[in-house]
């Protein structure tokens, strides 16, 4: 599965949109983009997923460039509850099990 | 909607004790996965099962097993536990179409003295 990388970590005013990036260069075609965040101790959440067009649900809406190397999850009105780690994660639709690897994410805080 | 359930959500064993952690996937749900996470550190995968069979492996020590009963729930068997297996310990479950995601689990807390 191909190698992500994202900021260390971003600050975000409540109620402003926060937009994370996430750079995947070497994806490949059958890989899919997956965002999760975990809050301090909990299980990772889901967030949203897409392959190459932009998705939008509830919680967040995900822009996939035309060349797929990157990524962005927008959160559209950043509340103090949003303050989490978020992984930006790329796995196979063949992937052996659909494991997710999860690398180093980015620590967003949402500052009042 | 349902959630994965874990218990025990708190577990302390002294070293060389062993632990066994349950998983209780999302209705029809029939693949599981085991994560482990140690003080900040992301989380890691351990192994998974799919319809009862194990259909992946990682980082999991020889000392650990899993299983996936006829019920689909799952269950984490820790031997001779070390301090370093102090960790949050995260199962997930998804259903079998391709690309569905993962949904955790609020995780088991392990702590070994």
């Known amino acids: 599965d191909a190698k992500t990388t994202q900021p260390t970590s971003m600050d975000c005013a409540e109620g402003r949109a926060a937009n994370l990036p996430c750079n995947h260069s070497?994806?490949?075609?059958?890989?899919?983009v997956y965002w999760y965040r975990q809050i301090h101790s909990q299980g990772p959440q889901y967030i949203i997923h897409?392959?190459?067009n932009n998705e939008t649900n509830e919680m967040a809406s995900l822009i996939i460039t035309e060349d797929r190397k990157s990524s962005t999850l927008i959160l559209p009105h950043a509340t103090l509850r949003d303050t989490a780690v978020y992984y930006c994660?790329?796995?196979?639709?063949?992937?052996?099990?659909?494991?997710?690897?999860f690398g180093q994410g980015t620590e967003l805080s949402v500052k009042p | 909607a349902a959630g994965v359930i874990q218990s025990p959500r708190h577990l302390i064993k002294e070293k060389r004790e062993t632990a066994t952690l349950k998983c209780y996937p999302i209705?029809?749900?029939?693949?599981v996965y085991w994560y482990q996470q140690g003080p900040g550190q992301d989380p890691q995968f351990l192994i998974s099962?799919?319809?009862?069979?194990?259909?992946d492996k990682g980082s999991i020590p020889d000392r650990f097993s899993a299983q996936q009963f006829s019920d689909y729930h799952s269950e984490l068997n820790m031997s001779s536990l070390e301090l370093g297996d102090s960790a949050l310990y995260f199962c997930?479950?998804?259903?079998?179409?391709?690309?569905?995601?993962?949904?955790f689990g609020n995780g088991t807390r392990l702590t070994v003295t």
């Open positions: 997930a479950s998804r259903p079998g179409q391709v690309n569905s995601p993962l949904h």
């Open positions: 070497t994806i490949s075609g059958n890989e899919y």
């Open positions: 897409g392959l190459k």
């Open positions: 994660i790329v796995r196979a639709s063949d992937n052996q099990g659909g494991k997710l690897i």
């Open positions: 209705p029809r749900h029939d693949t």
């Open positions: 099962f799919y319809e009862k069979m194990q259909s």
